[in-house]
């Protein structure tokens, strides 16, 4: 007679038998509701913070007296952008073409020559120390002679802003396409993939949370680099930015004005931020860990 013994896991020794295995919990109320006050509070704290560094600044400023050609208080400064709106909104919307159209450029010439540097090891080897030397040179001291022989101010300033905004695409767009899994490198060399799949399957998603990384750091530079052209110029007159006005705001000792064009530059390095997160989350938000949301 044979005796066949079964091995029980230390699960299945605690369960009686016939007993049904309870099924994870669903989340509670409690736990809903503290997920909702978390993600409200990601709202709220930061600006009740904002405000209250605003409303001591205010009170800083009339507490002691200071004049505004000094320091502004908030008030007056908003009261600048109410009446000086037209003319510095204007500007804004200059510096925000010059961004988007220098990002825009970025974007298409870093994923390029980078999706180039990946499919061709030589190619890489030719161009890529240019990519540096444009990187490490100070976008300052390019300036002066891209304004010399660029006739067009518009076009000169957007070369300007799309050499501080390039480097950071191509560098990333480069890095990402290199860290494709080889198990799949190989499997796609196994099925005989040509290169324009292999980019398209295997390179280009593997690059992709890299790009959207890069994309971020890359809508500040080019809004930097708008603003530092300008001001390396000297660009004034009605179609200008908003570095133009304040250089003129500094010439004139128009320190309201000043302060109020800086709020401009700051609110739209703050959109470009929140613009590019969200099309981070668009596109990564379903699929990349760096994304997706789970319940804990």
């Given at each position: 007679m044979t005796t066949t013994s079964t091995i029980e896991s230390p699960q299945e020794a605690r369960t009686p038998a016939g007993a049904v295995q309870d099924e994870p919990a669903p989340l509670n109320t409690e736990h809903l509701a503290a997920m909702r006050r978390e993600r409200i509070l990601a709202w709220v704290m930061p600006l009740a913070t904002m405000a209250l560094a605003?409303?001591?600044?205010?009170?800083?400023?009339r507490a002691n007296d200071i004049p505004h050609y000094l320091i502004p208080a908030p008030s007056r400064v908003a009261e600048t952008l109410w009446t000086d709106g037209p003319s510095l909104l204007q500007s804004a919307?200059?510096?925000?073409?010059?961004?988007?159209?220098?990002?825009?450029?970025?974007?298409?010439?870093?994923?390029?020559l980078g999706a180039l540097f990946a499919l061709s090891r030589s190619v890489e080897m030719s161009l890529f120390p240019f990519a540096?030397?444009?990187?490490?040179?100070?976008?300052?001291?390019i300036a002066p002679l891209i304004l010399i022989y660029v006739a067009n101010t518009f076009v000169a300033l957007l070369i300007c802003a799309w050499i501080v905004a390039f480097f950071p695409i191509l560098s990333n767009t480069v890095?990402?396409?290199?860290?494709?899994?080889?198990?799949?490198?190989?499997?796609?060399?196994l099925y005989?993939?040509?290169?324009w799949q292999r980019l398209r399957y295997l390179l280009a998603p593997s690059a992709l949370p890299y790009f959207m990384a890069a994309l971020k750091v890359a809508g500040g530079l080019a809004l930097i680099g708008a603003v530092v052209a300008e001001f390396v110029a000297g660009a004034t007159g009605q179609n200008t930015g908003l570095a133009s006005r304040i250089i003129e705001a500094s010439f004139r000792n128009e320190i309201p004005r000043m302060f109020a064009a800086l709020v401009l530059v700051s609110l739209l390095g703050v959109a470009i931020f929140l613009l590019t997160t969200l099309a981070s989350k668009l596109v990564l938000g379903h699929w990349h860990?760096?994304?997706?949301?789970r319940e804990t």
């Open positions: 605003i409303l001591g600044w205010e009170w800083w400023v919307w200059f510096t925000v073409k010059l961004t988007f159209f220098s990002l825009l450029l970025a974007v298409v010439g870093g994923v390029l540096v030397i444009l990187q490490v040179t100070p976008v300052v001291a890095i990402g396409l290199r860290s494709a899994d080889h198990n799949l490198r190989d499997l796609f060399t005989r993939a040509t290169p860990e760096s994304e997706i949301k």
